[in-house]
């Protein structure tokens, strides 16, 4: 047994906190307020190589493990938890369904630009009635001549409407199986595709300098090599993404986490009342504790699914427990830091009401604390 | 072009600082150790000069360092050093400025150069010697605090900032010069870098190789620590009252003055 991180994850983790700290952290308070999309803060992960960290070499990538990745999202999320999402969505949703299921050509042609960051791209797999049952897809696609016709809507795509935006990879029922079931396959939809559009930016409560759309698809046309793997895998391909994706979402929590705690500490040895500062107050010390104790729980969970998925064992259930975890605990921590900066927390100005509000999407996105559940349960052979 | 830039590895200026009452050095335990910031604007200046001159120019980190903290010049060659050179061996320890230049110096003839960029000062001695006490020992000329460098037809170009303004100066090569953080924010090392850097070399020499003709370490210190006191503790801050700004302004205006501040 050894905790060391290696010197590579440790450069990779110190790198991530010297970018989120200096260039991310003084810019998160004006993206939530204006809902901004940090263009900038893209072009420089692209360029220090983060759109593409867990990648091979040769498909752009900087060939990192996921260790390294999650360790990355966690610092970037402890600065701006936006940021982080849409690292870790354009990583995890967007370029990895290239990456495990795309064929040599498609590797090219999608991966490449995505890994090096010059590219965004969306994962389509909730619609406006199919979000934990996400077998419920509506969306239909149906071969003519060469081509796919595709018609439905998918609702909250992260990233999939950006200036960068090269397409969206979307589930759509593409005929019936033998056993009368719905076949599912996935599609790559271009940007240009004719009949594809995008609604405005959602307003959200938090994740708000993220980018999260409607997607419409009204006899959406898509050529037909457009298939992302076999035909009918479409719905066991996305959710082998999908456990894959928890390990950087529950590191997403608990980088807020991290930075709410962080806050609430500083804020703790400078506010004074009674005469003294407020850390002096057991109270206090004993949330500080608590959420401290919290945090570094949830790591160990974070980071051993990390190391499964990177030693090739069978991670989705580690994983899926650090994501409801991580997510659980960023509630009780946002709650308290808030609680200790009384007031001010309630203030715009001070990060910790940013983070109380987007603390709640960590509980609901790829996959709600209930559905985790569920997913565990089963996985435990309920 | 050969462009050696020495690095000195230091505690985390961001932890608390301790110092041992009975050994009188900084406790390095249990604190981080770093490249020490002044020099990481070396490492930009020396990466930029290659990057404007091209060709073959090379960069190399050169550091008197324990063999244990070896692993911290990573981050130099992920940032984008070509190699590191470490000088290191337990003769070397309790060194003052003046034996760690006289060591280091020799260090850099074996490895040899065309140009020495040095860092203004070491976060935690803070001496700022050593550069000039280099230069004196390699017989090279040494432009201290240059905040910009150039290299024309084999000739050293730099701006040597001062208090009012900088001076334009240019040098023969081989030459030693240490900037100041006017030559850029040192650059983020990237992740390709940073995958890169576990294939780079970092050799390591030891005094043995050398053939020193003087003492270093602490056996060949010229200055001794007597004593160590914290900083005397702030006096509490003046707070002057005053109807309007402009009277408040004027009143600071005659108390800095007054100390001969302005
Ligand atoms: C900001 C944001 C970004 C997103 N980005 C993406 C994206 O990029 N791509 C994408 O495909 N999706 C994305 N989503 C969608 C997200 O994954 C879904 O919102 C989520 O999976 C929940 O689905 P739903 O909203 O339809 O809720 P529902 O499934 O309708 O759930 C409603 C409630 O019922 C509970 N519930 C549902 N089923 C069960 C059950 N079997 N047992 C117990 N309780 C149950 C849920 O836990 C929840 O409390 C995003 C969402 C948001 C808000």
């Known amino acids: ?382 | 072009m050969k462009i050696v830039v020495t690095v000195k590895l230091v505690p985390d200026p961001n932890a608390e600082k301790r110092i041992d009452p009975v050994g009188m050095r900084l406790v390095r335990s249990g604190v981080e150790t770093v490249l020490n910031p002044y020099d990481e604007y070396a490492l930009e200046a020396a990466l930029q000069l290659r990057e404007r001159l091209g060709g073959d120019t090379t960069v190399t980190a050169f550091s008197m360092v324990p063999e244990s903290t070896k692993e911290t010049l990573r981050k130099a060659l992920a940032m984008g050093v070509d190699d590191a050179v470490i000088l290191s061996d337990a003769s070397l320890a309790g060194s003052d400025t003046w034996a760690t230049a006289y060591a280091m110096a020799q260090g850099l003839k074996k490895i040899g150069f065309d140009l020495v960029i040095c860092g203004g000062l070491a976060d935690d001695g803070s001496t700022g010697g050593v550069p000039g006490a280099l230069a004196e020992y390699l017989g090279v000329p040494g432009l201290t605090n240059a905040r910009h460098l150039e290299i024309v037809d084999g000739k050293l170009h730099a701006q040597r900032e001062t208090d009012s303004g900088y001076q334009v100066v240019s040098g023969a090569l081989p030459a030693l010069v240490s900037v100041t953080m006017a030559v850029g924010e040192p650059r983020y090392p990237s992740l390709k870098g940073i995958m890169g850097a576990k294939k780079k070399s970092i050799a390591t020499m030891a005094p043995a190789d050398l053939g020193l003709d003087r003492a270093v370490g602490s056996d060949g210190a010229k200055t001794e620590l007597l004593a160590i006191a914290p900083p005397p503790a702030r006096g509490s801050a003046r707070v002057v009252e005053a109807a309007d700004g402009p009277t408040g302004a004027k009143i600071i205006f005659d108390f800095l003055k007054e100390k001969k501040l302005i």
């Open chain 1, 1 to 382: 047994m050894n905790f060391d991180l290696t010197d590579e994850q440790k450069a990779v983790a110190s790198l991530a906190r010297d970018f989120a700290q200096e260039r991310v952290r003084p810019r998160a308070e004006e993206m939530d307020r204006e809902q901004s999309f940090p263009y900038d803060l893209v072009a420089t992960m692209a360029e220090l190589g983060f759109m593409g960290l867990p990648f091979p070499e040769a498909y752009g990538g900087a060939g990192g493990d996921t260790v390294s990745y999650a360790l990355a999202v966690m610092e970037i999320a402890r600065a701006d938890a936006s940021t982080a999402i849409t690292l870790a969505a354009h990583v995890s949703l967007g370029a990895t369904p290239f990456s495990l299921f795309g064929t040599e050509e498609q590797k090219q042609r999608y991966l490449v630009p995505l890994a090096q960051g010059k590219m965004l791209w969306g994962f389509g797999l909730t619609e406006p009635g199919a979000g934990s049952d996400a077998a419920n897809t509506q969306t239909k696609a149906e071969l003519r001549d060469g081509r796919w016709i595709v018609n439905g809507t998918k609702a909250f795509i992260t990233n999939s409407g950006t200036d960068l935006t090269g397409g969206t990879t979307i589930t759509a029922v593409t005929g019936k199986r033998s056993d009368g079931k719905p076949e599912i396959s996935n599609l790559i939809v271009p940007q240009d595709a004719p009949g594809f559009s995008r609604s405005k930016k959602y307003r959200k409560m938090g994740w708000r300098a993220s980018d999260t759309r409607e997607l419409s698809f009204v006899d959406a046309e898509v050529p037909a090599e457009n298939l992302l793997g076999e035909r009918g895998n479409g719905l066991r391909q996305f959710l082998t993404i999908l456990d894959g994706g928890r390990i950087s979402v529950a590191a997403l929590s608990l980088g807020l986490a991290m930075g709410a705690y962080d806050e609430a500490l500083s804020y703790a040895k400078e506010r004074r009342a009674f005469g003294r500062t407020i850390s002096k107050f057991q109270a206090i010390q004993f949330k500080l504790v608590d959420m401290l104790c919290e945090i570094e729980h949830a790591k160990l969970m974070v980071l051993k699914a990390a190391w499964e998925k990177d030693a090739g064992r069978d991670y989705a259930q580690t994983a899926s427990l650090a994501k409801l975890h991580a997510a659980e605990i960023s509630r009780r921590v946002v709650n308290e830091a808030v609680q200790i900066h009384g007031g001010y927390g309630f203030m715009d100005e001070y990060p910790v009401s940013r983070m109380y509000r987007d603390q709640k999407i960590n509980e609901i996105g790829e996959g709600t604390n209930e559905v985790q559940r569920v997913v565990i349960a089963r996985l435990m052979g309920l």
